[in-house]
């Protein structure tokens, strides 16, 4: 079992920037896959991007490109979102997730790929 709890959620203005953490518990994470998603009322789960197992794999959606960056720190079992440029759009719950991998290098994009998910941080972005 792998526990996530994310932090660093909060108010932005537009043009600000955030720093989420994900951090892991119960099991190391140099054998999963992590991603970041988000959420906002009545809408599905988005995938934001994700990282492989060593760090040297990402990914990122389109809206998103530019602007955010996901990087880990295996020895401290962390993730980390960076988000640059907020914009109102951002506004969203955001969620990291892992899941146990072989391929040291993948791509997973949807939430049925990750196993464990944490509780969510809300990030605000006013305009």
């Known amino acids: 079992q792998v526990q996530l709890v994310e932090s660093g959620g909060g108010l932005v203005q537009a043009g600000g920037s955030l720093r989420l953490s994900c951090t892991a518990s119960g099991r190391s994470l140099m054998d999963y896959h992590m991603g970041w998603f988000r959420q906002t009322p009545g809408k599905e789960r988005e995938f934001v991007g994700d990282?492989?197992?060593?760090?040297?794999?990402?990914y990122y959606a389109d809206s998103v490109k530019g602007r955010f960056t996901i990087s880990r720190d295996n020895a401290k079992n962390t993730s980390s979102l960076q988000m640059n440029g907020l914009k109102p759009e951002d506004t969203a719950v955001y969620y990291c997730?892992?899941?146990?991998?072989?391929?040291?290098?993948?791509?997973?994009?949807?939430?049925?790929?990750?196993?464990?998910w944490g509780q969510g941080t809300q990030v605000t972005v006013s305009s």
């Open positions: 997730a892992a899941t146990p991998v072989i391929k040291p290098i993948t791509i997973m994009t949807t939430t049925r790929e990750y196993t464990y």
């Open positions: 990282i492989s197992r060593t760090g040297v794999s990402t």
